[in-house]
């Protein structure tokens, strides 16, 4: 049980143009999920927390405008990579959490981007 | 100086050797999660603790509050044990995240 399905898994795509994410909890309902970057040798960074309905709640330093994150149900969220440039390369992954804060994250296969 | 150190940041092991990573925090955290990250980068979670010992086969996490201190062993260990291991405490949505632990099972 608690599956995340991640997709697309690879996606390469031309600077300027946007690609989007997508998370869904396969067999529960996420009352939260997150999104993180991860650089090749480093660990995770979370770039922000979606609840659904609301709106996200970005990291400092993450630019809103460009990482668009929208948790419309309770098994999607989408992360969009507007204007992609070479340096938004990079793996971007999520988790997803049911229930409240001490819960278990279940994490999705991650999505790696390359721009060129 | 982060909020979660993990040691060592490199392991490499012989098959069936008993391995321990471990983990300090310097922050309050009200969980403590050991994520295992295979070479595709899929990420699974392993344990999450907040107090005292879970143990789920080979895996063992313990945690000691006093001390903002936590361990993961492995015991009799196996090349597919071959991954990163990454410890991450969280209050609320706050997560601090280690450097990862890259261990590698020799046959």
């Known amino acids: 049980g608690a599956v995340v399905s991640q997709h697309p898994s690879r996606v390469i795509c031309k600077s300027g143009t946007s690609v989007k994410i997508e998370c869904r909890s396969l067999?529960?309902?996420?009352?939260?999920m997150f999104w993180y970057r991860q650089f090749p040798k480093q660990s995770l960074m979370l770039m922000a927390t979606s609840n659904e309905g609301s709106k996200a709640t970005y990291e400092q330093g993450v630019e809103k405008d460009k990482f668009l994150i929208n948790h419309a149900s309770l098994t999607l969220s989408t992360l969009t990579v507007t204007s992609a440039h070479p340096e938004d390369s990079s793996f971007y992954i999520c988790?997803?959490?049911?229930?409240?804060?001490?819960?278990?994250?279940?994490f999705g296969n991650g999505t790696r981007l390359t721009v060129t | 100086k982060n909020e979660v150190e993990q040691s060592p940041q490199n392991l490499t092991a012989q098959e069936g050797e008993f391995i321990t990573i471990n983990c300090s925090y310097s922050v309050g955290i009200s969980a403590l999660h050991w994520l295992q990250q295979h070479p595709g980068g899929g990420i699974v979670s392993l344990f999450m603790l907040s107090s005292g010992k879970k143990k789920h086969g080979r895996l063992i996490a313990t945690i000691n509050i006093q001390e903002k201190h936590s361990s993961l062993h492995i015991t009799a260990s196996h090349p597919r044990d071959s991954a990163v291991y990454i410890c991450a405490g969280n209050t609320g949505n706050q997560f601090y995240f280690g450097t990862g632990t890259s261990l590698t099972v020799i046959p």
């Open positions: 988790s997803a959490r049911v229930g409240q804060f001490n819960s278990p994250l279940h």
């Open positions: 067999d529960f309902q996420a009352t939260t």
